[in-house]
């Protein structure tokens, strides 16, 4: 695939229009799934989405060949993303409960099922608040790495290189998104063993 977007970087860089889609078509969902593990919210994927091509857009002429389109893609995503919620950290007030409650429960809607006991959907729901919880209150950094991580499956230097940090930071970071979330799980896990 990295042939694929190196033929259609040179045709966008010509104009060719369909080229530049294709390079859009081929990797939006991937700039999506990243924007919206790192800003928790469609809306604001949807805008780190458009705003990261449009910035791959200006910078066709200036990528370097000896590093990855997908390295360079995740990068101004990862950048896109923060810059996103930095800003909505400093100018808006957090969504309220309730929203992001009824985001759960349409998300929830939407994901099949093998029919779960109550306690496992009770618990399930609590896992996931706990953890969209714990993820909105690491450093920009600490979510980048984890969510690169784990939820993208990222080495620790494709992870380094994407956000311009050395492997050993990156692996910093990780340590430190992971140990904040075990300490916050663990009461959760440890009253669950009881039932």
Request: contains cysteine.
């Amino acid at each position: 695939m990295e042939q694929d977007d190196r033929v259609a970087i040179a045709l966008a860089r010509d104009g060719d229009r369909d080229a530049f889609r294709a390079l859009v078509e081929r990797n939006s969902r991937t700039v999506f799934r990243l924007a919206y593990r790192m800003t928790g919210n469609e809306q604001d994927a949807e805008d780190v989405v458009q705003e990261a091509f449009l910035r791959v857009y200006r910078g066709l002429r200036h990528i370097e060949w000896r590093s990855h389109f997908g390295t360079w893609l995740h990068r101004i995503a990862v950048n896109c993303s923060l810059d996103l919620v930095r800003a909505r950290q400093r100018h808006e007030e957090p969504p309220d409960r309730e929203s992001r409650e009824d985001d759960h429960a349409e998300l929830a809607a939407q994901i099949p099922g093998a029919d779960p006991t109550p306690e496992r959907v009770v618990f399930s729901t609590e896992v996931q608040r706990k953890v969209e919880e714990v993820l909105a209150g690491l450093s920009p950094k600490e979510k980048a790495a984890f969510v690169l991580r784990h939820f993208e499956g990222m080495s620790i230097e494709e992870i380094s290189r994407i956000m311009g940090i050395r492997a050993n930071a990156a692996k910093n970071n990780i340590f430190r998104a992971v140990k904040k979330l075990r300490q916050e799980l663990e009461p959760l896990v440890r009253s669950t063993a009881r039932l």
